[in-house]
């Protein structure tokens, strides 16, 4: 069995290790972080060139099936994967750790995209609330953040690809980060409020414990909507089962 598995992500690493002898596996990872964590096996770098070279891709691959672990807001990705494998008939399996959710001490700001993140921001400022802010939600959608008037630290892995205006600053740093070192970032920047994705999972959650533990308020990015009917697991050792499941066929 080959099968084509749609990473970028901790679990999709750990899924090419288990899977590693047990069918053939090709990881393809978007290229959107310059010196990315290779998965083990066969790795192809960069998109497929839209929908067309998904299908293209699966086709003249030989593909019998697709494992998506992409991140839980690569909504084109997933999109595009659960399509092309539902006309193709080949089984699709969605990938998705759990969501993080609040607890009674937390003060989360639901917001359902990065512009509606910004838009708190400029409330916040607005009302004189806000003096600085940590924002954790990559590089792609960073530019949406820029018009909100209020001083922020961003950290993500790779630098964007546009220069930032002058209130904002670009924080480079990989993942998984201790709670004493987000206690003291977030102490040292001054910020009083986070600005994130509920990606889920703990590599990055500590930032919510330190949101917490300083009761600093979170504006948290809703994920986007799964696409209809596919099948979702939330763990490695799910999707394991599933591709066992396929090969028992």
């Not at 607005?126 to 950290?155: C, H, K, N, W």
């Not at 205006?165 to 924080?171: A, F, G």
């Not at 201790?178 to 102490?187: H, R």
């Amino acid at each position: 069995m080959r099968v084509l598995l749609l990473g970028g992500t901790a679990e999709a690493r750990d899924l090419a290790d288990r899977l590693d002898g047990v069918c053939e596996v090709v990881s393809s990872l978007a290229g959107r972080v310059r010196r990315p964590l290779l998965p083990a096996g066969e790795v192809r770098v960069g998109g497929f060139g839209g929908e067309q070279g998904f299908r293209d891709f699966v086709q003249t691959g030989h593909i019998d099936a697709v494992i998506d672990a992409t991140h839980p807001f690569a909504r084109a990705m997933t999109a595009t994967a659960a399509k092309v494998a539902s006309e193709q008939g080949i089984p699709y399996v969605r990938v998705q750790r759990p969501a993080w959710e609040p607890s009674s001490h937390d003060h989360w700001i639901s917001a359902l995209d990065v512009r509606e993140a910004a838009q708190h921001l400029v409330r916040r400022y607005e009302g004189g609330i806000s003096a600085r802010a940590l924002v954790t939600i990559g590089r792609q959608e960073l530019a949406a953040l820029f018009d909100a008037p209020i001083p922020m630290v961003a950290r993500m892995i790779d630098p964007p690809a546009v220069t930032p205006p002058s209130h904002v600053e670009i924080l480079c740093a990989r993942g998984p980060f201790a709670l004493a070192d987000e206690l003291s970032l977030l102490e040292r920047i001054g910020a009083d409020v986070v600005v994130t994705k509920n990606s889920g999972g703990s590599a990055t959650y500590p930032k919510i414990l330190a949101a917490r533990r300083l009761q600093i308020p979170v504006v948290m990015i809703d994920r986007p909507p799964l696409p209809a009917r596919a099948l979702v697991v939330p763990s490695a050792v799910e999707a394991i089962r599933w591709v066992t499941g396929l090969q028992t066929l």
